[in-house]
């Protein structure tokens, strides 16, 4: 390690409380998804109000009805995450220890999973109140970068999920026997700062587009092209930082370092990235389907 940036002393708590020998704390990660929640419903209320954005000039939704559906959303998060953790990543484990998967203050929780029970949570209130499903997702999308930047931020807090070893400047020296566990690194051993590049790119970036697209381009017209843009967007960025992102300690064995579940020679795919290929392809199905209607 010739310069590295070393890790900030940031506590995973926000503040803990001491009640008759119980200790209830604020983490920054349920922070993370509490300030998401509220910014993301907000956004979808800014959304409904300007009628003019919207098929026919008429919101298929009230403001009202969002905080219903607020409620569906929060399940899928949790519900999806963590059985998308589960299922995708250490399913071995957990059909051995089935007890353990309802442990969600464990860690463990996979945002495709949890985008898939958010869209199952939004087709049921759709179905439910006759709401069209394309633009509820449109309006679920545009708030989802939030959640994202926020939820990488408190990972980068939590110091997990890093990336991999680094000579690069901002390298940052992640505390931790197996973030220090670099094999041919003498030294401290500093890696990416990978969690930041997925707030950035998922977070940020993707929050931008998506405004622009919505209160700029007016896409929320054309039904499934907000979401395509997201999905697409995501699916993209995820793909980039995992190439600089520590894979999994299960998928990482003497003859595969890098971790990829899918190998051809000595190129491969992280899971992050086979999970994210669906994401593209349909994103950008969407986009061409859904503008093509219009015209």
């Keep these: 390690m010739s310069l590295a940036i070393p890790f900030p002393d940031i506590a995973p708590e926000i503040f803990s409380i001491n009640l008759g020998g119980f200790t209830f704390a604020l983490r920054w990660y349920a ?7 509220v910014v993301g419903w907000r956004l979808a209320v ?129 505390p931790g026997e197996r973030a220090q566990d670099c094999p041919g690194v003498e030294g401290l051993c500093a890696r990416h700062p990978s969690q930041l590049y997925e707030a950035g790119l998922e977070g940020l970036v993707l929050l931008i587009v998506l405004l622009w697209l919505v209160f700029g381009r007016r896409w929320l017209k054309t039904p499934g092209a907000v979401m395509g843009a997201f999905l697409a967007g995501y699916g993209l960025a995820r793909s980039f930082v995992e190439l600089f992102r520590q ?19 000595g190129a491969g795919l992280s899971m992050g990235q086979v999970l994210s290929l669906p994401m593209i392809l349909l994103g950008l199905a969407l986009i061409v389907w859904a503008r093509r209607r219009v015209r």
């Design 31 to 37: 922070m993370a998804y509490i300030v998401g929640i």
């Design 46 to 174: 800014m959304a409904v109000r300007r009628q003019s954005l919207w098929p026919g000039d008429l919101a298929p939704l009230e403001p009202k009805d969002i905080e219903d559906l607020i409620t569906n959303v929060i399940l899928g998060i949790i519900i999806g995450g963590r059985l998308g953790f589960v299922l995708f990543y250490q399913p071995v484990y957990y059909l051995s220890n089935p007890l353990e998967i309802p442990m969600i203050w464990q860690g463990g929780m996979s945002f495709h999973g949890g985008m898939l029970g958010v869209a199952l949570g939004g087709a049921l209130f759709a179905w439910r109140r006759g709401v069209p499903l394309l633009s509820l997702f449109d309006l679920m999308a545009l708030g989802t970068p939030v959640g994202l930047l926020l939820g990488r931020i408190a990972n980068f807090i939590n110091a997990e999920l890093w990336g991999r070893p680094t000579d690069v400047p901002w390298g940052v020296v992640f």
């Design 247 to 265: 894979a999994d300690a299960q998928f990482v064995t003497d003859t595969n370092p890098l971790g990829y579940v899918w190998q051809l020679g």
